[in-house]
């Protein structure tokens, strides 16, 4: 017989079918036994009386250990009192495999044991909401620049000599003693497919050799850029607040049952609707000045910085909706941001900080379009013209505004799932001490 | 005035727009200057009477050079004999910005001169219909298996000490002197996600530093991987055969005129439709002997190796569909597939072999089951256990049948393009001689 999923028994309610899974979690009264049987698609209460099965199944159920691997046949019936909750009246039991004493047991264990058990610990249910959370926000953020006219054009992960110092980059043997760094942002690459293009975005794993242990930083992360030609600042703020009600809205709309899993305050998200607030960097640096003076940050922001996360949760916590910083300082903001033209101190860059403290989740901006202060910037930063070439071809070849920006996925996920740290964001987490599984 | 891109332009025609873009070839007639304008989403022809506008205007139109930058005010109308193809009638031309002379050229460039101009090249029609086709079967793929209970687990990148041997792996300085190497396939961590999710899929850059320098080698490539637990062999085709009949399809239905400026035969790609044949391994080598026979081969194949590059020419050419050879001889398959059991000589792993002398598209099968037989493949293999404690835990903790494959984008775009060469299939390839721009 054809294999059931779980996800799909309430179109077979009262029709004999085949489960086939493993065991989450069983008790017994003596008489009754209450087997949790998970599939991967989800989870339901088989229920096996001893009366009413052959000794020979009963007996197979006493054997089980849980994740032992069973095929179920039994008729899935509603719960009387829970509609749209199904249970399985089990007639058989297929036992496949006897699963050794499972390692990750209802008690307490230290997050390294986890991490390093993390093939098993994805078999639990709230890594099971994150990750389906994470799936939702992908499709979703595909969706939104597929059905908006974005071409995916992916950037390529071996990138050529260190453009701006290889301090965080990681260096690849690659062939006859050359050498090759992993991207970090396909930011410049995007700027070519956006003239080729017009509107485009890649999406992919990027790479950050950075000595951070903290709850935000992954070595290995997905992020999202999306570029546009002939956009400005205005029009790449305007796409990220679309980009992130869209967002939000899907999740909310197809993953209730995970937020509600993961305890996650709903209000919180359904507040996440375009237009968002726009702060302008110098009412940033007033806002935490007045905070200073109130006692409620230990520094006092001087203006000409970047923000650091105590500022960023300081601000966010203003807003219920992420917030939009723009018009940093030049001088804290990458080489190749479009200058102010009211005030070329400011570079036409905005950060947008999530709200309830879960800081920085996109970076973006308008790039600069002249080829004679692109060259003067490169010199400026003291980085070697020669490595850019094709980026300065840009410009002499039909250069516009153009602006776009980068959203780490796992920080998305962190936020939208409400949970404290990226680590359980992704199947594998890649940070500083942690290279396996 | 609001842009209006050129894939839009049908619905305001006989409304003034604006185009923003570049100008992609000129010619004149002295009276009448015919623009072609590009953004991005598509190209239309501007048409610009000197009677008709301002003398500036056609000023402005005589000092434009290709790929200058342009922002066009007209009204576009549908050509008189061709239905759906619109003109543009040129009211007014803002110049953004005049292009230096343009590289690339109508003439005859050679592939390394393009290669080195990627950036720029990416403009032309025949890049934007491929990397289009690209974009459509991208989204095919996740489309299947998100709308068939797939949950994506993006697996890793960064992988720990190399599992088969690191003559084809890509090291990198982790950190404190640790190595790390860039991922081959993400298969291992699938059948940890498949445990977990019973259906996943992981779909990400892959890498491979083999030393080949032939038109199906990328050293960066994008790689699709379903894995499904308790699934078998023929599971696995079928899912196959039905992912690329679905792939296929929609290419077809969105993405006809990119086809069409490919010349690609449409014909060869609506015979692609599941169920496709099946043949088995020792049948695939008595059609390559009935080869050598009849002098279309050069070699006589040998039982028990594994198909090369002319025998899978030769076998496909057999079939209008792509052919699943199945059950190959398990030496020359990886050692974590399981075996026949009528025939322990041989793997349940099927090769699908795209048409038209493409080659594998597909590869995967069956995984070993059993702990002990595990186990004795590694050792057999001279592969040190302790690098799959972790692997071997998911035949301890709940074992099941399970079965999946991988699919390389860049062959699969190459095979419905009906292209010669991979390297035009990702925007920014990656080779053994090629890592810029």
Request: charged share 25%.
């Amino acid at each position: 017989m054809k294999q059931t999923y779980i996800a799909d028994v309430a179109r077979q309610a009262g029709q004999e079918i085949v489960i086939k899974g493993w065991l989450y979690n069983a008790r017994s009264s003596g008489k009754l036994m209450f087997l949790e049987i998970r599939d991967g698609s989800g989870i339901i209460q088989g229920v096996l009386s001893k009366k009413a099965v052959p000794e020979t199944v009963w007996e197979t159920a006493e054997k089980l250990t849980q994740e032992s691997s069973i095929i179920v046949t039994g008729i899935p019936r509603e719960h009387p009192k829970r509609p749209g909750v199904f249970e399985l009246d089990i007639a058989a039991i297929e036992l496949v495999a006897v699963a050794e004493p499972y390692p990750i047991t209802p008690k307490d264990h230290g997050i390294e044991f986890l991490m390093d058990h993390r093939h098993l610990w994805l078999r639990s249910r709230r890594q099971h909401a994150i990750l389906r959370v994470r799936h939702e926000i992908i499709r979703a953020v595909r969706d939104f620049f597929d059905s908006n006219g974005f071409i995916l054009c992916d950037t390529p992960i071996f990138t050529p000599a260190a453009c701006e110092g290889t301090t965080t980059l990681f260096e690849v043997d690659y062939f006859d003693d050359e050498k090759a760094y992993l991207t970090q942002s396909g930011q410049l690459y995007n700027e070519a497919t956006a003239a080729a293009f017009g509107r485009t975005y890649c999406f992919g794993p990027t790479f950050r050799a950075e000595k951070s242990k903290t709850r935000r930083h992954l070595t290995e992360f997905w992020m999202v850029e999306p570029e546009v030609a002939y956009a400005t600042l205005e029009d790449t703020m305007e796409l990220a607040e679309n980009f992130l009600s869209f967002i939000v809205q899907r999740v909310l709309e197809n993953r209730r049952e995970e937020l509600a899993f993961l305890e996650r305050d709903i209000t919180k998200l359904e507040a996440i609707k375009a237009p968002f607030p726009r702060l302008h960097y110098d009412d940033a640096v007033k806002m935490l000045h007045q905070g200073f003076a109130e006692g409620k940050l230990e520094h006092k922001f001087e203006w000409g910085g970047d923000l650091g996360a105590p500022d960023e949760t300081y601000i966010s916590e203003h807003f219920d909706c992420p917030v939009m910083v723009h018009r940093y300082p030049a001088q804290v903001k990458a080489f190749y941001m479009e200058p102010d033209a009211e005030r070329p101190e400011l570079a036409l860059g905005v950060d947008v900080l999530a709200p309830e403290g879960y800081g920085e989740i996109i970076g973006g901006g308008q790039r600069m379009m002249s080829l004679e202060k692109l060259r003067e910037r490169i010199a400026e930063h003291n980085l070697p013209e020669s490595a850019f070439d094709w980026y300065l071809d840009l410009r002499k070849y039909g250069t516009v505004p153009h602006a776009g920006f980068g959203m780490g996925i796992e920080r998305c996920v962190t936020w939208i799932c409400g949970i404290e740290h990226v680590r359980e964001t992704i199947p594998f987490p890649r940070m500083l001490y942690r290279i396996r599984p």
